[in-house]
Each structure stands twice: as structure tokens, then as C-alpha cells.
Nanobody, 121 residues
Framework: QVQLVESGGGLVQAGGSLRLSCEASGDIFSIIDMAWYRQVPDKQRELVAEITDSGFTTYGESVKGRFTVSRDNAEKRMYLQMNSLKPEDTAVYYC???????????????WGQGTQVTVSS
């Protein structure tokens, strides 16, 4: 059993900041890629930020220069520092991880439950 749990969401004024975290737990052998996605009603889920096991990062065009993704491999955690927040950043933010379970021979996709971020104008 593998679980991803997000935390840190909430309500913030435009221009403010939030830091999201995602903790992975369970029978984990290793974590390959991790990423943050977000989704609003009637819209497709979009990539916010991705970070590989080697630390290489990728950002969605709308958040470049404002958001920073990082990870702590020893703690099995990923973070998303969100600065200069805009109303259009309002969404449910989901944690994703590509994980190899103990005794498994391949990686599988896992998703967290999501955390709500609301930015008011």
C-alpha cells in the first residue's frame, strides 16, 4: 500500500504566497518522477511542476518565475512554493509520483487526494 498526502492549501489574497507539501508513505522501494498538477471544474488537469529523481525540474508556462518545486528524497517529500499568486491559480492541486513498490519490477502511477487553493482578488 502506497499513499500520497498533500497539505498546505488554503485561501489567500492575490499577490500572496502558499507552500504545498506532499508526503509519500507505504511499501516504497524508490520514487522516480514527482509532479504537481492542478484542476478546476470543466477544465483539463494541467501540469504545474515536475521534478525528477535527479532534481531536474519542469514548469508549466503560466507559473514560470512564480512557483518553485523541490523534493527531499530522504523524507520522501515534495514541495511547491507558490509566490505572487493570481486568481487564475485557484484550483485543486494534486500530487503525482511514479513509484516502484518493494518487491515490484516496474513503477506505477500514484495520486494524492488533492488540496484546494483559492486566490481572491
Amino acid at each position: 500500500q502506497v499513499q500520497l498526502v498533500e497539505s498546505g492549501g488554503g485561501l489567500v489574497q492575490a499577490g500572496g504566497s502558499l507552500r504545498l507539501s506532499c508526503e509519500a508513505s507505504g511499501d516504497i522501494f524508490s520514487i522516480i518522477d514527482m509532479a504537481w498538477y492542478r484542476q478546476v471544474p470543466d477544465k483539463q488537469r494541467e501540469l504545474v511542476a515536475e521534478i525528477t529523481d535527479s532534481g531536474f525540474t519542469t514548469y508549466g508556462e503560466s507559473v514560470k518565475g512564480r512557483f518553485t518545486v523541490s523534493r527531499d528524497n530522504a523524507e520522501k517529500r515534495m514541495y511547491l512554493q507558490m509566490n505572487s499568486l493570481k486568481p487564475e491559480d485557484t484550483a485543486v492541486y494534486y500530487c503525482y509520483a511514479d513509484i516502484i513498490r518493494r518487491e515490484a519490477i516496474r513503477a506505477s502511477d500514484y495520486w494524492g487526494q488533492g488540496t484546494q487553493v483559492t486566490v481572491s482578488s
